[in-house]
DNA sequence: CTGAAAGCGCTAACAA
DNA sequence: TTGTTAGCGCTTTCAG
């Protein structure tokens, strides 16, 4: 489809030159063998333990010793070996934050960016690092399950989008201390997790539209295997009460195009739509695009709120409103609970739950 | 600002409870220690040796040996213990993603997706894994750097958005394989990379609105300090020859609020402007936001092209006539060239660089 | 085909 | 404060 256009200095169909030795590690001499402890150790005139203690803090280390050790470092590029520290260690320093989600949609959910950025600056805190992974097949989820479970990470946060019984099932029996973010249905009592109050949130989003619509409401939902579907229906219909009509339910799979196809039936089994509760921003965008293609105009002849306040919600005409999750407060206290499972605290399963807020803008 | 609301089942405030030791990993009676494949060998009667051939594809173990050896594994609940693999192997196997950005924008595009899933999908087909690791600031980039160069990765794939030298720079004294997708500034050189051609893409799609546009024809660029920034504005130029208007250009950073901003600064300037290159997307669909809410049609008083095909093309009314970058294939270069690295091949940096396709579609 | 043994590079406990 | 010494759990020769 698309083709190798150019090449500048480089002769890429000949699989590029010059094999130098496939092994030039432990041989003879010594090409550049990686520099270790011993080295280190032999140049500075000091015992191996001493090394070890200075790239670890420098703690108990007469400060000139200290300096001729951190000097030896230097001159021979010393870094440490990560595996053999983890082996000595019994641990890794890393723990993963597992999206199992395709990946095309991962990249569109701003959420995920905050998750990551929020767990990648907490972590460096403590001197450890986050490792993203994605597993958007079943295939990938064993893989991952492989990954996770044999000791690569200490520790995981789990962001599931659908059901992820067979990793969590597997998770479970293994040793990995993890937190779930959002609610995993069929486990919800037997992990740990931190998840908005989804259903609480939608109550709150479209009684804000029922109150400034009158007339037919309608709304598509997430898919109703997720925790998040389910539960922002279920919002709705209670803040909805009498109004709520069961016809004027689709069901859409967070996608955008399942947003705008979902209104494409709404306004055929009912022209006389005036609200619209989409359950995801993405979704609303194209719930928008429909409702516009239909010739409705965005509040004036139908009224939308959308729920995540994600991009989408700005880069549509009208902006939407919609409601904001505590992204950022999630993950830090996934991430307290987590550093307490893998502390060794056996304790019960932690379950938390915190809410939304609305964002007022112009779709309303 | 958002706060725990409810919880169920938890005591979060008070630092769930029951500490059942700290250090029961190495105590007395072996409370459940990990079983190792030393237990595995005295279980199934066998030697180490053997264990260790049947968990690495079982070639030249007598079937019935192997039979023993799998259930003596499934029976302990056995699996490896990576860090120890890792240290006798001397490699990982696994190689990072590495993507330089504000995890805010990082997750909104969805070349980085497509990227991630290749690469996913690949590695694992040779037994490898990706992780995705983000460096939004100075300080992640030197956390990035240590983790990089420490061994915890056998090789990097570095996205970078924007100048990179500081890593740049330390990776390149590092022993770490790595290649760089799209072209490094200042190190075109001295890295293996492999960049898509922005500036005949630039140059393409250029061409397209001019030929269907009479009229003054603007720019929003991207920031001028990344090379495709730079480039998409050379091809610009090219495309517009005689036409090129240098008052014109509005300098953007490839958010959608700098794309509004720079309409708006255009539409000042030179209200009769009739055709917009945005140099991405996202940019694009700020720029026809700015262009709807000054009165302008789009695409019958002003037309626009956008850049990278990305998610914001589709959701943007009416849809962006775009670029669509190979980034597939670039994922399949640079993993190839990583790959030779890895193998210990040494060779002359390698450059490739790919082409963009067309997607015309209506906002021309 | 299989067992034994020698590391892989580092940490941590223990003496000194 | 320091050096020494056991491991950490696995892979990989090397004999047999």
Redesign the pocket.
Known sequence: MQQINGLLEAFPTMRYGVLVGTSDR?SAASPR??P???DVARLA??????V??V??GGR???PA?REAVNEAIDTLGYS??QS??N????STGSVAFVISEREERLFEDPNFGLFARTFSRELRRSGRHLLITTAGDEEEENSLGDYLTVGHVDGALLALTRDQEPLLQRLQTSRLPFVVLGKPLGFERALSWVAIDDEKAAFTVVSYLAGKVDGAIGTVTGPLQTSSGLERLEGCRRALGDRFRPDLVETGDWSLRSGRHGVEMLLRRAPELRGLFVASDLMAAGAVAALRAAGRRVPEDVAVVGFDDSAAATMVEPALTTMRNPIEQSALEGLRILDDQIAGRVLPPVHLVLNSELVERSSV
């Open positions: 432990k063998r990686r270790t402890i011993d005139g000091v015992g191996r333990g001493t070890s203690r790239i670890n108990n280390v007469r010793v440490v070996n053999a520290r082996l000595a260690r019994g």
